[in-house]
């Protein structure tokens, strides 16, 4: 299989480049890996998020208007290091404070956690929430492993409205605190993600065989079975997602159908029909619904399903609000 790539490149670098020829409101911050919207206002907080790359249009397609401030890559599956990360906070740091979104993965914990310490030390308020609403299981123990994935992407898009309409940071850290418990997330795979300029995939998935709870690092999943149908898949997810968030007929809620990659429109439709026939069962208002490439792993074929319960109406709005942030 070809990869478009070009040998001995940095690939953040080069895509950096290439999103801010595209888009002129957003520009890089110095040398470092990372961006921001020069037109944000300086009397609202920004916020940071960030991470390793392989995840497009994550991180950096979330820079906008109504999302994020800025946001910060490492190379590909690898986090940004502490040193730049605490470089983009002050950068951002207007007198007001920053807010940061974490994915709950032990590198970006590490490198997050470092920068913000640092920056707290220097006198720079720095609150931040982790998303963690990935309930896939380790295969050894069956402990939920609590991956912050594709539910990432709704902090973004609420909190980032929140702080356009003027939260403080007080009031982002508690919204953020709200919304991460309020999600849950679980996917599948039918072909492992490849790493670019390798060719070689990151784990063993037999033709015609789906791999449940794989992560957005090209990890494995918990259960390899053959395959079935779109519904089957469907109604296995649904089942899990259920039994961890209890809903109740008539209860409200957010859905993503994430796109890990390299799966058609038309499979991600056909399982989307599939899922909402399944919630329909149960009398669920879907209040807010999306799909398409979200948070990817690179060249992974796979979809996975995100529902948020919907506590207060002004999520949806937020959620509804216009954005130039390219990838929403």
């Known amino acids: 299989m070809v990869q478009v790539c070009n040998k001995g490149m940095d690939f ?72 730049d990360i605490l470089e983009v906070i002050r950068f951002l740091d207007k007198g007001r404070g920053v807010f940061v979104i974490v994915k709950n993965f032990e590198a970006d914990l590490r490198e ?25 299981v380790e295969t050894a123990s069956f402990q939920l492993r609590h991956r912050g ?51 070689h995939p990151m784990f063993q998935l037999e033709e015609g065989y789906i791999s449940f709870g794989i992560g957005i690092h090209g990890e494995p999943g918990y259960r390899t079975v053959p395959f079935d149908s779109s519904a089957a898949l469907a109604n296995e997810l649904i089942n899990k997602l259920k039994m961890k968030l209890k809903w109740q007929d008539g209860d409200a809620y957010i859905l993503l159908i994430n796109n890990l990659g390299a799966t058609s429109k038309m499979e991600e439709l056909i399982f989307t029909n599939d899922v909402l026939d399944f919630l329909a069962l149960d009398d669920l208002e879907m209040a807010f619904t999306k799909t398409g490439h979200l948070i990817t792993s690179l060249d992974m074929a796979g979809l996975s399903i995100t529902l948020c319960r919907l506590q207060d109406a002004k999520w949806l709005d937020y959620l509804q609000a216009p954005t130039d942030a390219f990838g929403w």
């Open 12 to 83: 953040v670098l080069e895509n950096i480049e290439a999103i801010t020829k595209i888009n002129p409101h957003l520009k890089q911050i110095g040398n470092l890996p990372a961006i921001y919207h020069q037109g944000v206002s300086e009397q609202q907080i920004p916020i940071l998020s960030g991470g390793g790359s392989g995840h497009e249009p994550a991180h950096f397609g979330y820079v906008g208007q109504g999302m994020l401030t800025a946001a910060i890559s490492g190379p590909i599956f690898v986090p940004p290091c502490a040193a």
């Open 112 to 136: 997050f956690s470092q920068a913000i310490h640092a920056a707290r030390a220097e006198g720079i308020a720095v609150k931040y929430v982790v998303s963690h609403d990935d309930i896939s």
């Open 149 to 199: 994935v594709a539910g990432t992407i709704l902090l973004h898009k609420i909190l980032g409205e929140a702080a356009a309409r003027g939260a403080s940071l007080d009031q982002l850290e508690a919204l953020g605190l709200q919304l991460a418990t309020s999600m849950a997330t679980l996917g599948f795979a039918t072909k492992p993600a490849t790493i670019l300029g390798d060719n």
